[in-house]
């Protein structure tokens, strides 16, 4: 079973943006060159305040606290950013602006794998002089038991498990504690011939494996180091920084680690001398902060809160310090197809008509939340297509002689009743809610609206017994994907191999045969590029379907101390790139 992301997770993906030259290229002067001047949006489309200047103490607050700094644990969007300041992997997301952000290259590994065996064999090299903090080279077998380290879900559950689908082919590995090999090391897909090689055998060709090998699941642990479910506390630094102390619910130091050498490291600048991190109750009193110059970053990346937002916007020296970026994220409606009458596609066109997505788009928060949902691939994840628009939802309006007409198709023309279910701790989800109500009783459908535990959304709107015997016919929600690839983002909505019992997210519970097989032939694509197209076959025919109703392509409305230098949107998390951001002193 493969755990997802809760509701601030994301490996997330945004939408493709104008793309300048990356911070601190050589012959820079002290501010860079090459970079884009304060305004607003800047950090979307290149670099603001380039310098290669150390120093400092970049001041990093959160309304959330961290869910893990183990890496085999985190599964948090934020928490996965914050990763890229003390850990490493064979492979990273680049350290740049716009859609280069979403490539993978070396970052332990010498160079991007090698495949061989039609595809089903990954084999990479490690670089010279990548150490551990306390010295120690890293090598092969520290990868290795990082990786075997995530099958341990007995002692540690939490973060994501594609590792285990993919590495374990029936051998039923149980994870270093348990392992009876005499050097920990009993996951047989994975080889170590040397220190300095890594093998990985596939069952079958995986376009998307790659990807995996960015995680941080995929970190380097060394073996004498490792204290099981309290690693969390104090994880070993392979990055630019270490952890000097981690208090829960509080937050955490991190110092510089003497033992990273730059040279090894394309993706980190490592340029602040110290990074604090700050959890607290009071978003409001963070934001104020924010404006006044106290903190550099809600590194979150949900951005402002409503009236820190309306200030920022109503303050043009304020707002050319903030951004409204893409988060990867869809906001949207699911129609379960177990509940009468949404077993007829009739029906649920007959709500996508009748919803006004103008309303909608308000409901989130206006403009700034989110451009007007067309179809269920976000932009930024190749396949994409946001001209897409098969409902005409983003001409913004009820399309009422359509919605009735489709309730005459399905038998319906009065109307029907339903349920929506919501969660209760996220009030523009509440908001979205009650405008989808109030348009679809302009055509007869009337809708009760039950807000239920947020904190028990797996085992409510993720139960399909439950969701069928509570009659939710409609369910909100978002999503981001784990990774940049439409597999990363839609098989877990719509493959019906990935239908669960508990914690289930394909809600519409559709299971079809040629869409789960566009799958398969996706995964077997020899590159993510030529597996693109079936993504974006997928995403056509999902919509065919009327299975859901897409409510925006999300955004967040982030602002950044003006002191910050390096400072862009990495497209990989929809976040600012905390690999290379430093401070004016």
Same mark, same amino acid.
């Given at each position: !079973?493969?755990?997802?992301?809760?509701?601030?997770?994301?490996?997330?993906?945004?939408?493709?943006?104008?793309?300048?030259?990356?911070?601190?290229?050589?012959?820079?002067?002290?501010?860079?060159?090459?970079?884009?001047?304060?305004?607003?949006?800047?950090?979307?489309? $290149?670099?603001?305040?380039?310098?290669?200047?150390?120093?400092?103490?970049?001041?990093?607050?959160?309304?959330?606290?961290?869910?893990?700094?183990?890496?085999?644990?985190?599964?948090?969007?934020?928490?996965?950013? !914050?990763?890229?300041?003390?850990?490493?992997?064979?492979?990273?997301?680049?350290?740049?602006?716009?859609?280069?952000?979403?490539?993978?290259?070396?970052?332990?590994?010498?160079?991007?794998?090698?495949?061989?065996?039609?595809?089903?064999?990954?084999?990479?090299?490690?670089?010279?002089?990548?150490?551990?903090?306390?010295?120690?080279?890293?090598?092969?077998?520290?990868?290795?038991y990082g990786i075997e380290r995530v099958f341990a879900q007995d002692v540690l559950s939490g973060g994501p498990t594609y590792l285990i689908d993919l590495l374990d082919q029936g051998q039923k590995y149980p994870g270093p504690y348990k392992d009876t090999d005499p050097n920990k090391m009993g996951l047989k897909s994975v080889e170590t011939p040397d220190d300095k090689t890594i093998v990985f055998n596939l069952a079958s060709a995986n376009s998307d494996f790659s990807y995996l090998l960015a995680m941080p699941s995929s970190s380097p642990v060394p073996q004498g180091k490792d204290t099981g479910a309290t690693y969390t506390n104090k994880p070993v630094a392979s990055g630019p920084y270490k952890v000097e102390s981690f208090s829960a619910g509080k937050g955490a130091?991190?110092?510089?680690?003497?033992?990273?050498?730059?040279?090894?490291?394309?993706?980190?600048?490592?340029?602040?001398?110290?990074?604090?991190?700050?959890?607290?109750?009071?978003?409001?009193? !963070?934001?104020?902060?924010?404006?006044?110059?106290?903190?550099?970053?809600?590194?979150?990346?949900? $951005?402002?809160?409503?009236?820190?937002?309306?200030?920022?916007?109503?303050?043009?020296?304020?707002?050319?310090?903030?951004?409204?970026?893409?988060?990867?994220?869809?906001?949207?409606?699911?129609?379960?197809?177990?509940?009468?009458?949404?077993?007829?596609?009739?029906?649920?066109?007959?709500?996508?008509?009748?919803?006004?997505?103008?309303?909608?788009?308000?409901?989130?928060?206006?403009?700034?939340?989110?451009?007007?949902?067309?179809?269920?691939?976000?932009?930024?994840?190749?396949?994409?297509?946001?001209?897409?628009?098969?409902? $005409?939802?983003?001409k913004g309006e009820p399309q009422i002689d359509k919605a009735k007409a489709a309730l005459a198709a399905c038998g319906k023309p009065e109307g029907f009743e339903t349920t929506i279910a919501v969660r209760n701790n996220r009030a523009p989800e509440v908001k979205t809610a009650e405008s989808l109500q109030a348009a679809l009783d302009k055509v007869g459908i009337k809708a009760k609206i039950d807000q239920y535990d947020g904190k028990l959304s797996s085992s409510t709107i993720g139960s399909p017994e439950n969701v069928k015997k509570k009659?939710?016919?409609?369910?909100? !929600?978002?999503?981001?994907?784990?990774?940049?690839?439409?597999?990363?983002?839609?098989?877990?909505?719509?493959?019906?191999?990935?239908?669960?019992?508990?914690?289930?997210?394909?809600?519409?519970?559709?299971?079809?045969?040629?869409?789960?097989?566009l799958f398969d032939k996706a995964a077997n694509a020899a590159t993510p590029e030529a597996a693109a197209p079936f993504y974006t076959d997928i995403n056509k025919k999902v919509m065919e379907k009327a299975l859901y109703l897409p409510i925006n392509f999300d955004k967040a409305f982030v602002y950044r101390n003006p002191r910050l230098t390096n400072v862009y949107f990495n497209d990989s998390m929809g976040k600012i790139d905390l690999a290379t951001v430093g401070v004016e002193k």
């Open positions: !079973m493969i755990r997802r992301k809760q509701a601030l997770a994301i490996t997330a993906v945004i939408a493709a943006l104008s793309l300048t030259a990356a911070c601190g290229d050589k012959g820079d002067d002290a501010k860079g060159g090459s970079g884009s001047a304060a305004e607003f949006n800047a950090a979307t489309k $290149g670099v603001v305040n380039p310098s290669d200047k150390k120093g400092g103490e970049l001041k990093l607050w959160s309304p959330q606290d961290v869910d893990y700094l183990d890496p085999a644990r985190a599964y948090y969007g934020f928490v996965w950013n !914050m990763h890229r300041l003390f850990v490493r992997q064979l492979l990273a997301y680049d350290s740049k602006p716009g859609e280069a952000g979403t490539k993978l290259v070396p970052d332990l590994a010498e160079a991007l794998p090698v495949l061989s065996n039609d595809g089903k064999t990954y084999t990479l090299k490690l670089k010279d002089g990548v150490k551990f903090e306390d010295g120690t080279p890293i090598t092969s077998k520290d990868v290795k130091t991190f110092v510089r680690n003497e033992n990273w050498d730059p040279k090894t490291d394309t993706i980190r600048k490592g340029l602040p001398d110290k990074v604090s991190f700050t959890v607290t109750t009071n978003a409001d009193d !963070m934001d104020a902060r924010l404006l006044s110059g106290d903190i550099d970053l809600a590194v979150d990346g949900t $951005g402002l809160q409503q009236a820190a937002k309306n200030k920022v916007l109503k303050d043009e020296n304020l707002k050319k310090n903030a951004d409204n970026p893409f988060t990867g994220y869809i906001r949207y409606f699911a129609f379960p197809q177990t509940v009468a009458p949404f077993d007829n596609i009739e029906c649920r066109k007959a709500v996508i008509y009748a919803a006004d997505p103008k309303s909608l788009q308000t409901a989130r928060g206006g403009p700034t939340s989110g451009d007007l949902g067309a179809n269920m691939l976000p932009p930024g994840i190749p396949g994409s297509d946001k001209s897409f628009d098969p409902f $005409g939802l983003t009659g939710y016919g409609i369910i909100v !929600m978002g999503w981001g994907a784990d990774y940049n690839s439409g597999s990363g983002f839609l098989q877990p909505l719509v493959d019906g191999s990935f239908i669960l019992p508990n914690g289930n997210n394909n809600y519409t519970e559709v299971n079809d045969p040629e869409i789960n097989g």
